[in-house]
């Protein structure tokens, strides 16, 4: 870890097992990163144990105890403004972040989504893939725009769906996945350079362009 590794501010609201992945690989030394701040909005979540843990600065920041969305994110915005976060992962976060929210960010708020987006983003994404039959799902890691799971693709890690599969069957084998592809995308994000060119990441494979530029 160098002081110009990025800093990185993760909002939780369980278990938070990507955020270890996450915050490992960073110590493996995989990703410029550190993480300077977890957030959860569910004061039990487990994740904010595991993050100090890991020594990392976590903070229950309650959306019931606020009025509004809007006073909610204000509260965690100052928050990640006061460790001066430049990068937001959503691991696990359970809710929706407004358009004023993300445009604080522009380009720079990543989530980690079960399924092979665009197919079934929401909620129970195991059960909707398993009760369409599909025979391949995954995760997609994604930027975040105001939409639901629906900003620019990362990048995605398939995994066959069984014939006798339940939905905690299917979740357990993506969430392996997820655990490898969400450090590879923060890791690519932030070594290669890349674009969007509409609404496609496009990593560029010399130093033509800068780290999230316009192409
Ligand atoms: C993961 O399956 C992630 O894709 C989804 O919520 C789950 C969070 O798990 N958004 P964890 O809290 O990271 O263990």
């Given at each position: 870890?160098?002081?110009?590794?990025?800093?990185?501010?993760?909002?939780?609201?369980?278990?938070?097992?990507?955020?270890?992945?996450?915050?490992?690989?960073i110590e493996r030394g995989e990703i410029?990163?550190?993480?300077?701040?977890?957030?959860?909005?569910?004061?039990?979540?487990?994740?904010?144990?595991?993050?100090?843990?890991?020594?990392?600065?976590?903070?229950?920041?309650?959306?019931?105890?606020?009025?509004?969305?809007?006073?909610?994110?204000?509260?965690?915005?100052?928050?990640?403004?006061?460790?001066?976060?430049?990068?937001?992962?959503?691991?696990?976060?359970?809710?929706?972040?407004?358009?004023?929210?993300?445009?604080?960010?522009?380009?720079?708020?990543?989530?980690?989504?079960?399924?092979?987006?665009?197919?079934?983003?929401?909620?129970?994404?195991?059960?909707?893939?398993?009760?369409?039959?599909?025979?391949?799902?995954?995760?997609?890691?994604?930027?975040?725009?105001?939409?639901?799971?629906?900003?620019?693709?990362?990048?995605?890690?398939?995994?066959?769906?069984?014939?006798?599969?339940?939905?905690?069957?299917?979740?357990?084998?993506?969430?392996?996945?997820?655990?490898?592809?969400?450090?590879?995308?923060?890791?690519?994000?932030?070594?290669?350079?890349?674009?969007?060119?509409?609404?496609?990441?496009?990593?560029?494979?010399?130093?033509?362009?800068?780290?999230?530029?316009?192409?």
């Amino acid at each position: 870890m160098t002081s110009s590794a990025t800093p990185i501010a993760v909002l939780i609201s369980g278990r938070g097992s990507n955020l270890v992945a996450l915050a490992e690989a960073i110590e493996r030394g995989e990703i410029p990163a550190r993480i300077v701040l977890v957030v959860s909005n569910e004061p039990a979540a487990a994740g904010l144990e595991r993050a100090r843990e890991l020594g990392l600065e976590a903070v229950a920041v309650p959306h019931r105890d606020f009025g509004s969305r809007a006073a909610h994110e204000a509260a965690i915005l100052e928050r990640f403004d006061g460790v001066a976060a430049e990068w937001i992962c959503l691991a696990g976060y359970m809710r929706l972040l407004s358009s004023d929210f993300v445009r604080r960010y522009p380009n720079r708020v990543l989530n980690i989504h079960p399924s092979l987006l665009p197919a079934f983003p929401g909620l129970e994404v195991q059960q909707q893939a398993i009760d369409h039959g599909v025979k391949l799902s995954g995760c997609t890691v994604h930027l975040v725009d105001a939409g639901l799971d629906s900003g620019p693709i990362v990048l995605q890690r398939a995994v066959a769906v069984r014939s006798h599969d339940t939905a905690d069957d299917l979740a357990a084998r993506i969430l392996e996945q997820e655990h490898l592809a969400y450090p590879e995308a923060m890791r690519k994000l932030l070594v290669e350079p890349w674009a969007i060119e509409g609404r496609k990441v496009v990593f560029f494979p010399s130093s033509a362009a800068g780290h999230g530029d316009p192409p």
